[in-house]
């Protein structure tokens, strides 16, 4: 499968990223190494997970996550070296003083990340949310783990256009390391946040896009069409927000476009995004290995121009 560079970083990765907010949560230890193994094996790289990942399951508190990935790395020797690893720090861990982006709490938070990893070293290490600790303290807080080998490269999750254009200028001014790549919350869906200055200042400064919610919680599946299919899935919660006559619009484009190709709305979404030159590539998750499998159809779709318009005003309508 063909690589991408990520943003200034020295990392190659497959154009679709999986989404690990789903071990210990939607899939146990024994799917979730299922779902891992056909990703693998179909060619794919790179995976992004959390340290707070998945706290708001019932009887999770945090790690369960990372501490399936590792022991699935544990469990398949040598399989650490054909993986683009990436986590975050930052979100509320339930604990007092284990949260936030200051220099004390991300020192030993990343050595919590590394023991439920079973690994000596995260590829890209993001910032989960912005809080009010500086950002030149939260930088030299990179800057050490990364002279220390902890950590290859940074990110930063949920900044706006005025705070990312602010952490690259202290970092330049204090000779600190720059974010190297952001994730946005991003799909056919929900595109303000993104689109307009903040897309043109990743595109200026060399900053990779990785985007989350990228079939914006499975709406863009389609298999959430009125209200008496939210209860298919336990994140149908979250999507009763979408149906509406512009979700319903988006629904009509992707079969359009998904009936072109032999391709069910899923695969076209996240084509869409693949196709974008504003983004690196996207963030998807999988329950099964049916859908790894229709991951690789999304990497494989070449949209039309004009099909990538359709979308484009469907989004816009």
């Known amino acids: 499968m063909q690589k991408v560079s990520l943003g200034s970083t020295d990392l190659n990765i497959a154009p679709l990223v999986f989404g690990g907010n789903v071990f210990g949560w939607t899939i146990d230890e024994k799917q979730s190494f299922a779902v891992l193994d056909a990703f693998i094996d179909l060619g794919f790289n790179a995976i992004d997970t959390a340290d707070v990942y998945s706290a708001w399951a019932d009887g999770n508190k945090g790690g369960e996550s990372e501490t399936i990935l590792g022991k699935w790395f544990k469990a398949r020797p040598g399989m650490r070296d054909k993986v683009t690893l990436f986590t975050k720090v930052g979100s509320d861990m339930g604990e007092p003083g284990k949260k936030g982006l200051g220099e004390a709490w991300i020192l030993k938070a990343v050595d919590e990340s590394l023991a ?21 303290e939260t930088l030299g807080a990179y800057d050490k783990l990364l002279k220390a080998g902890k950590i290859r490269n940074i990110g930063v999750s949920n900044l706006n256009a005025a705070q990312l254009s602010e952490a690259l200028k202290v970092a330049d001014a204090a000779k600190l390391p720059r974010y190297q790549v952001l994730q946005p919350e991003y799909n056919l869906y929900d595109r303000d946040g993104f689109e307009g200055d903040l897309a043109k200042l990743c595109q200026q400064e060399n900053v990779g896009v990785v985007t989350y919610y990228s079939l914006a919680s499975g709406f863009l599946s389609g298999k959430y069409r009125s209200k008496s299919d939210l209860g298919k899935s336990k994140r149908g919660s979250g999507i009763e927000k979408y149906l509406n006559p512009r979700g319903q619009a988006i629904l009509e484009a992707l079969d359009v476009v998904a009936s072109n190709h032999n391709a069910k709305p899923a695969e076209v979404a996240l084509a869409w995004l693949i196709n974008k030159d504003t983004v690196t590539a996207p963030i998807a998750s999988a329950t099964s290995v049916a859908q790894v499998q229709s991951f690789a159809k999304a990497a494989s779709l070449q949209l039309a121009g004009d099909e990538m318009a359709l979308l484009d005003m469907a989004g816009k309508a």
């Open 116 to 136: 439920r990893l079973q690994t000596d070293v995260i590829d890209l290490y993001f910032s989960h949310w912005p809080d009010d600790t500086p950002y030149a």
